[in-house]
């Protein structure tokens, strides 16, 4: 095999490593995207028995934002097995317990259910915040671009920008200003 | 309110020294840039007047065709409620919605941005904008509330 083909070859099956950024993203709108990545859907030499899947870091899952009032709206179900077992515990309170939880179980359960399942969650690494092990950092070669934008607080527009920002009025001339 | 007060004799002097302690507490307009009161002393007058300043927001105001309808009708702008900068603009520093006869906006519009106002302020994008002795942090926030969310703006 020529030196060009064999470098092909380790290239094409080598897992990639990609890193993608939660902060302000829908967990459940982005696990279909991890999904992708996680099991190589988007590989042309994907197939379901070609173990092809990548790693991919998750940096502020901590950051995650929720639509709405889903907070406190969404619960998430658990059994013990023993009567009066079953408890309910809703989205805040499980996030506050561990921050990478909710993201964790929304990719999990985009999954195709079947014996993979656990093996290319093993694939998924996420962090709360943006410490990363240096070792882990170093293998990076991609970064997913994020589903929505990040909203910038107001706080963060310095005062020049906020007062030479468009106005749409101006205050009548007798106004006090508060 | 224009404050010209002149003095014309010096036996007058303490009552108007008086009068001008007063004139004092009504002094924090000069910081709010509307008004600056001035004391010019000429021989045994004193002249106390305020000045009116021309509003900061002048010079960028967007230019529309029409004075007399509603600025954001004509402008057709897309508005979500993370615009904070747009949005800031129609809102108290407490974080009170302006009432339309001073924002001249038409009634739909207004109903509209203080929808908008409130996503923005229960997303935590305004906590500058918030009242004296709150939780300014949305990250101080109770329970649910701390979490960052979005709301679907149409």
Redesign the interface.
């Known amino acids: 095999m020529a030196v060009l083909k064999r470098v092909q070859q380790w290239a094409t099956f080598a897992r990639i490593w990609h890193i993608y950024d939660a ?2 993203q ?1 967990p459940f709108e982005s696990a279909g995207v991890l999904k992708k990545y996680l099991t190589g859907l988007y590989k042309p030499i994907y197939h379901p028995m070609n173990d092809c899947g990548d790693h991919i870091v998750v940096i502020n899952s901590a ?10 709206k969404r619960v998430y179900f658990h059994h013990t097995g023993y009567p009066g077992g079953a408890t309910w515990t ?3 309170e499980l ?1 506050e317990k561990d921050p990478t939880m909710i993201l964790k179980k929304a990719v999990y359960s985009s999954l195709d259910k079947n014996l993979q399942r656990r093996y290319t969650m093993q694939r998924l690494h996420i962090f709360p915040d943006a410490n990363v092990p240096s070792d882990m950092l170093k293998s990076i070669s991609n970064q997913i671009k994020q589903l ?2 990040v ?5 963060t ?1 310095s005062e020049e ?18 | ?1 224009s404050l010209l007060r002149t003095l014309l004799s010096s036996s007058n002097f303490s009552k108007l020294i008086h009068r001008s302690t007063n004139i004092r507490t009504v002094s924090i ?1 000069p910081p ?3 008004k600056e009161i001035k004391e010019i002393k000429e021989g045994n007058d004193i002249v106390i007047s305020g000045h ?1 300043f021309e ?4 010079p ?3 230019k529309t065709s029409c004075d007399d309808s509603c ?2 009708c004509q ?1 057709n702008l897309d508005i979500k409620h ?1 615009d ?3 949005l ?3 809102v ?3 974080g009170c919605m302006l009432p339309r ?5 038409c009634l739909k519009q207004q109903k509209k941005m203080s929808t908008l106002v409130t996503m923005a302020q229960k ?7 918030n009242p004296e002795k709150s939780k300014k942090d949305p990250k101080k926030r109770f ?2 509330k701390k ?6 703006d149409a």
């Open positions: 902060a302000w829908n950051e995650i934002a929720l639509p709405g009032d889903e907070w406190k809703l989205a805040w996030h929505r934008l909203p910038k607080r107001l706080d527009y920008e906020i007062k030479s920002f468009p106005k749409i009025y101006d205050y009548p001339k007798p106004y006090i200003l508060k | 309110m307009i709010l840039h509307l009116s509003s900061a927001r002048v960028y105001l967007v600025p954001l402008l993370t904070v900068l747009i800031s603009q129609f108290r520093s407490d006869r001073i924002t001249k906006l997303a935590g994008l305004m906590p500058s904008l329970g649910w979490h960052n969310k979005y709301f679907y």
